[in-house]
């Protein structure tokens, strides 16, 4: 109970962060409790990681009064919703981290980087890439391109939510102390589409 009690907390505290600091929406998601996910299906395709399904958990909010009540009793995963602070570039972690450096040798912005479990890196930029994703898209070979864009809809874990496998999201690149702003797209989609369809 303990340590479900401290899971809770850090899990609250970094949803307060996020609205608090950052001003980014957040909503409860579903948990994972021995190994299965709190939704009750069990064979849900992505535990812990969609909104919770209790009413009234529906809606993303940068409330700190809602944040104390719905982390009061049950450790939700925090989810941040995309497409109204951010968007976000999903890509393979390899690819992923060979952009970061690329974007950081040659001194482009950089902004927040989550590292899922399931090896996947999401680039929070600023909202509005739909265009030039689809663009970019259009114009080149898709099944050579393996990145993805969120925006209005969607839910990307935050850390310290944890998955089914018990492993934990976490900042490849963490939230700056002093930057607030986030990097364009363009930058961060040209770098990753660079290393997404080298070698292949």
Known sequence: MLVR?????????????YVVDRGWPVLPGAYVEDGRCSCGDTDCPDPGAHPAA???????????????????????????????????????AKVGYAAIRQLEVTGLPLGPVLHLPGERLLFLVDPGARNLYWYTVDHNDTARFDVRHHAVGHFVPAPPS?????????????PDP???????AVDVLGALMRFSTQGR
């Open 178 to 184: 002093i930057e607030r702003g986030l990097p364009g």
């Open 5 to 17: 009690q401290r899971t809770r907390a850090a899990l609250q505290a970094a949803a307060l962060f």
């Open 54 to 92: 209790e009413p009234g958990l529906t809606r993303a909010t940068r409330s700190t009064d809602d944040v104390w009540e719905w982390w009061s009793g049950k450790p939700y995963t925090v989810l941040l919703a995309s497409g109204l602070e951010f968007d976000v570039l999903d890509a393979p």
């Open 162 to 174: 944890s998955t089914a496998c018990g492993e934990r999201t976490r900042w490849a690149v963490p």
